[in-house]
């Protein structure tokens, strides 16, 4: 910043110290933000949400990586116990890591998730739930109760039966054959009033 003609050097100095500091405020915003630890976790989560073992060219394009990227991080992962390589160079999560990338999951879902559900709420009057797919159930994350007196409600860690809840069959819907079988089995498909879908068949066309 050039020093106006007449304008004492103090002065100037103090004005650019100033006109400095919002660019120095910023910088120092994200300066112990590691995008290392961050693509790390992200590859967690995309061995996670895969219905199985990936090989690297499935994880790199997931990732938006070269393969070489990716080799870097999938082979410090698997040095580190997160991951485990098998049979033809395909990766998976290691016994115990499955909860700890649920949880970040998890995480993640409820700030995105917790605003647009508050403002449906006020707007419908009516309570509103969010459930979350886990490795073999189907689990309610978090419930905005509606402020009428007489008002359905929801239990937040109550685990949706897949035949008989809207949450339960609307994750089921968008499920594989293999992850919609994996839930059948875990879950039980049980009767719960005479309306409950109680079969295969129906519910497969529900």
């Known amino acids: ?9 103090e002065e100037a100095r103090a004005t650019r110290t100033k006109a400095a500091a919002p660019a120095v405020k910023s910088r120092g915003k994200d300066q112990y933000f590691s995008r290392a630890v961050a693509k ?3 590859t967690l989560e995309v061995l996670q949400a895969g219905d199985g073992p990936m090989a690297l060219h499935e994880v790199a394009q997931r990732l938006q990586l070269s393969k070489t990227s990716t080799f870097r991080l999938l082979r410090t992962l698997e040095s580190s116990g997160c991951l485990t390589a098998g049979e033809f160079g395909k990766y998976t999560l290691a016994p115990g890591v499955q909860s700890v990338v649920s949880t970040q999951t998890v995480a ?12 449906l709420s006020r707007q419908l009057r009516e309570t509103t739930s969010l459930a979350a797919l886990f490795d073999n159930r189907m689990e309610v ?3 905005i109760e509606s402020p009428q007196p007489i008002r359905m409600s929801n239990i937040v860690g109550h685990i949706l039966p897949p035949n008989a809840s809207s949450l339960g069959k609307a994750i089921m ?5 293999e992850r919609r079988e994996k839930l059948l089995r875990s879950c039980g498909v049980y009767r719960f009033t005479e309306q409950t879908i109680a079969d295969r068949a129906g519910l497969e066309q529900e």
């Open 40 to 42: 790390a976790l992200e």
């Open 108 to 119: 993640r879902l409820l700030r995105a998730a917790i605003p647009p559900m508050q403002q």
């Open 173 to 177: 819907a968008f499920q594989n054959e």
């Open 1 to 9: 910043m050039a020093i106006k003609r007449g304008q004492p050097i």
């Open 141 to 143: 994350i978090a419930v």
